[in-house]
């Protein structure tokens, strides 16, 4: 069975595509980066993803441009559910590139971390693939936090420390 897998970064895709091989699944990656602010973050991001994937022989899908004005025009006035939108437009991103690449499943590295809202992110997931055809693949990765850590600071990656938008940015370092 063949699942892609929308990943965020590099660090919160290792436990998933380690569980998912286990499950036998054959996993693709998905970057998309139109919500990760600044720019540099985004590189940043992608890069240690590309080199993590190579070494790997992990396949990934990037996504074309950066188009974070459309990120930010939709989630303006409404920051308080900037998640809600975000998740949508990744996971909807994720579920048409899987129909269109005639995967079986799609998921989300987003369902690694601690900090994410699981029964939503869930909830969306279901929802986007019944209306584009393709069902979405819940689990629930946090069972490897700590080892995806260890694993990520071993091999020496780059570790973001917020969630990708200029609000969570705000969020982490704004005191």
């Known amino acids: 069975m063949k699942i892609l897998l929308h990943t965020c970064c590099a660090p919160c895709a290792i436990v998933p595509i380690a569980l998912l091989q ?4 054959e996993v693709m990656g998905y970057f998309y980066s139109h919500n990760i ?3 540099t973050e985004c590189l940043k991001r992608r ?10 022989g992990l396949r990934v899908i990037y996504s074309e441009g950066y ?3 459309n990120f930010l025009r939709n989630v303006a006035f409404r920051e308080k559910d900037r998640c809600t939108y975000c998740y ?3 996971l909807r991103s994720t579920a048409l590139m899987a129909k269109r690449g005639k995967f079986d499943y799609f998921t989300s590295s987003l369902l690694y971390s601690k900090f994410q809202k699981h029964a939503e992110i869930k909830s ?4 986007v693939g019944k209306a584009i055809g393709i069902p979405f693949y819940y689990q629930d990765f946090r069972s490897g936090w700590k080892e995806g850590i260890e694993t990520s600071r071993q091999l020496k990656m780059y570790r ?9 940015e705000k969020e982490r370092y704004y005191k």
Do not use: K, N, V
């Open 67 to 69: 188009d974070m004005e």
């Open 160 to 168: 973001q420390s917020y969630c990708g938008c200029i609000y969570s």
């Open 47 to 56: 890069e240690t993803l590309e080199t993590y994937a190579d070494s790997m």
């Open 37 to 39: 602010h600044p720019y």
């Open 22 to 25: 286990q499950a036998e699944f």
């Open 124 to 127: 969306i997931g279901e929802s």
């Open 88 to 90: 949508h437009d990744r």
